[in-house]
């Protein structure tokens, strides 16, 4: 280990190779489980002091799992399962969390992300959280070393990203968000804190608009509270399986990725949670299912379209 000391605050950073990879996999697995979880926003600071900031935002009250669905040595696949009610349950984002890994996809704007290979020794002993959308479509990738700071464990990372989806419905008066993360983990759950910038990027230069704090806070609670939520995956995770399949052999074969926001006023979630419930229904048979969610996708690639069918 390596300790540094500045001020009263004590940083231990974990080990690199084999330690840094099976003690990352424990702290990534108190991110799974049953949690009541709140979200809290509140803009702080504008350059312009003719700039309107906007209400904050609260919503909470709710329970989530955060459900493990695929663990290998150097990956662990999360699916957040929102429950609005005993009847409503939302598939919510996925986060994956991959030890060593040297391909991040950099946001650039206009929902268009850019394949870049980062040198190993850059993430070494680092893991790299990949968030993906409600429909498996990317969102934001960055890595970093947990580290136990006071007692803590942390890991913190700065990258840009699409506007999250509680603004890109109702404001386009920026188009990046610069999100500085950092997951606070302790025994009863964790705090995804952020620190993050909203900036206007035009012609290679970039304009902070405000910055904002974030607290989203996930407090474990008893795993019967979030049964629904775990029956309602058993009955959709074939469907949702054969959409990250397609996704991943498009992003895989691909060095970039541009995507359309809507077609005819819908997101892409919307036309694939109404297909999922077609499939569940068995109103779409197995062989046809697999054409049919590759369709849906191209959509949204736009002059790609052809090279998704065609997979």
């Known amino acids: 280990m390596i300790r540094r000391i500045t001020g009263l605050v004590a940083l231990t950073i974990l080990a690199t190779g084999l330690n840094a990879q099976q003690d990352g996999k424990k702290i990534v697995d108190k991110l799974c489980g049953c949690f009541e979880v709140a979200f809290k926003y509140a803009e702080t600071f504008a350059p312009d002091p003719d700039y309107k900031f906007h209400d904050r935002e609260e919503i909470g009250g709710t329970a989530e799992l955060a459900l493990p669905i695929e663990i290998t040595d150097k990956k662990i696949v999360i699916q957040h399962l929102l429950i609005v009610s005993p009847t409503v349950i939302v598939k919510h984002w996925r986060e994956e969390w991959t030890y060593e890994n040297p391909i991040i996809w950099k946001y650039k704007g206009d929902r268009t992300w850019v394949k870049e290979t980062v040198p190993a020794e850059n993430v070494k002993g680092k893991w790299t959280q990949t968030v993906w959308e409600v429909a498996d479509e990317p969102r934001y990738q960055g890595f970093s070393q947990f580290v136990n700071l006071d007692g803590k464990i942390v890991w913190q990372n700065t990258t840009d990203a699409p506007l999250p989806r509680r603004e890109y419905s109702v404001r386009s008066d920026y188009n990046i968000l610069k999100r500085t993360n950092r997951m606070n983990i302790t025994d009863s759950g964790y705090l995804h804190e952020q620190d993050n910038q909203k900036i206007i990027r035009a012609n290679g230069t970039d304009k902070l608009l405000v910055e904002e704090k974030g607290y989203n806070t996930y407090k474990r609670i008893d795993d019967k509270e979030c049964a629904v939520a775990k029956d309602y995956w058993e009955k959709n ?32 979630h919307e036309y694939l949670i109404s297909q999922a419930k077609e499939y569940a229904d068995k109103k779409i048979t197995d062989a046809e299912i697999d054409g049919k969610i590759t369709a849906e996708i191209a959509r949204f690639i736009g002059s790609d379209e052809k090279a998704v069918a065609a997979q």
């Open 237 to 268: 995770s074939t469907y949702w399986g054969k959409v990250r399949k397609i996704w991943a052999d498009y992003i895989n074969t691909h060095n970039s990725i541009s995507l359309k926001n809507k077609i005819d006023g819908k997101l892409l």
